[in-house]
């Protein structure tokens, strides 16, 4: 139980194109999901946290508009890199847990390379 | 400010002995603290918690050990097997949900 799928699970495109990413919880619902970012040979680092039917909320140092989150459902938030230039290339992982008191569990990460 | 810090970058360990992975937190509000396990290009895999009321927890051939007046916990595996080579990361959360991590430390064990 508790798994986390990520979509696309890898994307290169050209700077300034917009890039949608996708997670979904396949066998539970997730009340709250968050989104990292990691660089090479670097932590996970949180980029915000995703609620279902409200806003999400944001890290300190991460541009709200630049990465726009939403979570539609319980069982699916998206992040969308708008204008991606090079230095947004990076691995992105999603997870979910069913409840605050439960562990987060992963999706498989997408590693975005913008030209 | 690193506030989860695993120091050793990378462990080699020979089949059958054990792995002594450490992490150290800097922030006394934390209450939870995890282990994850991370191949290459994939997510991290949780592979087992403690809760700061605890000094132990043991899953199988997986235990971590909490000493909240050091600020400092560590993973043990043994046997060490082949299959666990991988990077492993500790995380912090004093909020039962937002995670800190530290910055992970390869493991290889060896035949």
């Known amino acids: 139980g508790a798994v986390v799928s990520q979509h696309p699970s890898w994307v290169i495109c050209k700077s300034g194109t917009s890039v949608k990413i996708e997670c979904r919880s396949l066998?539970?619902?997730?009340?709250?999901m968050f989104w990292y970012r990691q660089f090479p040979k670097q932590s996970l680092m949180l980029m915000a946290t995703s609620n279902e039917g409200s806003k999400a909320t944001y890290e300190q140092g991460v541009e709200k508009d630049k990465f726009l989150i939403n979570h539609a459902s319980l069982t699916l938030s998206t992040l969308t890199v708008t204008s991606a230039h090079p230095e947004d290339s990076s691995f992105y992982i999603c997870?979910?847990?069913?409840?605050?008191?439960?562990?987060?569990?992963f999706g498989d990460g997408t590693r975005l390379s913008i030209l | 400010d690193q506030q989860v810090k695993q120091n050793s970058p990378s462990l080699s360990v020979q089949e059958g002995r054990i792995s002594i992975l450490n992490c150290d937190y800097t922030n006394s509000m934390f209450d939870y603290f995890l282990w994850y396990k991370k191949y290459p290009a994939e997510g991290p895999t949780f592979l087992i918690s403690?809760?700061?009321?605890?000094d132990k927890n043991e899953d199988g051939r997986f235990t971590v050990f909490l000493n909240k007046s050091a600020k400092h916990l560590s993973l043990h595996i043994v046997p060490s097997q082949p299959g666990d080579s991988a990077v492993y990361f500790c995380a912090a959360s004093f909020t039962a949900s937002k995670l800190t991590f530290g910055t992970g430390t390869r493991l290889q064990v060896t035949l």
């Open positions: 997870s979910a847990s069913i409840d605050s008191n439960q562990p987060q569990h």
């Open positions: 066998d539970f619902q997730a009340t709250t």
């Open positions: 403690i809760s700061s009321i605890k």
